[in-house]
């Protein structure tokens, strides 16, 4: 098993280029996260999907869309992307009826 | 609002040295607390679960314990290795279905020769 996958692992854009992050998991698992890890704060929460067709907003969702393809695939799309979207953006996943989350192995974005 | 903090923010020991980080939190009502291990360049992953009935919960040379009445909680490592550097973050869930969690800043270990 792969567990969480994300690509790319680096990035760099221009302000006000679009782009979408992939995730992926193969656990089968019904929960899927995506956070965003900057200095000196705790990860934070941008959106996420209990499953298949569903998305909730988390704590700090403008700027970005998600889509939930399939059971396996969660992607995060930055439309107009903005200096202040500069970040590591981790994907994380979960079985139903268990807290543990499993993360992948982030994306490095730079906006200049 | 719902706040975890850590201390030390880093801290770098002696390869065998054995070390003790803190977690401090406001979430109510708590549901569990998570110490997860990040190595640089990656995701974090799970070193041990506990709930609000558990006071101590070990994973290999790492011991968690969880004081509920004063909302702290500590990792401690044994005999440390050279491996164990990296950043340590306690984060804590106020709910079951742990779709809201609230994450710590994370402690810098670094472990020397």
């Known amino acids: 098993n792969a567990g969480v996958t994300q690509t790319p692992k680096f990035q760099v854009l221009k302000t006000g280029q679009s782009m979408t992050l992939q995730c992926a998991q193969d656990m089968n698992h019904n929960s899927m996260y995506w956070y965003r890890q900057d200095p000196g704060m705790g990860l934070r929460l941008i959106y996420y999907?209990?499953?298949?067709?569903?998305?909730d907003k988390g704590e700090v969702p403008n700027g970005y869309n998600v889509s939930r393809l399939n059971k396996r695939e969660f992607s995060l799309r930055l439309e107009s992307a903005a200096p202040s979207q500069t970040s590591v953006y981790f994907c994380a996943s979960r079985k139903d009826l268990v807290v543990e989350q499993f993360f992948g192995p982030g994306t490095r974005l730079t906006v200049l | 609002k719902n706040q975890v903090e850590q201390s030390p923010q880093s801290l770098i020991i002696l390869e065998g040295k054995n070390c003790t980080l803190q977690c401090n939190y406001t979430v109510s009502p708590f549901s569990n607390l998570r110490w997860y291990k990040q190595d640089t360049g990656r995701g974090p992953v799970s070193l041990t679960i506990?709930?609000?009935?558990?006071n101590t919960k070990s994973n290999g040379r790492y011991t968690a314990t969880l004081d509920a009445d004063t909302k702290q909680s500590s990792l401690h490592i044994t005999a440390s290795q050279l491996s164990d550097s990296a950043s340590y973050i306690c984060v804590v869930s106020d709910h079951g279905t742990a779709s809201k969690l609230t994450f710590g800043t994370g402690t810098r270990l670094q472990v020397t020769l």
């Open positions: 999907s209990a499953s298949e067709g569903t998305t």
């Open positions: 506990m709930t609000f009935s558990e």
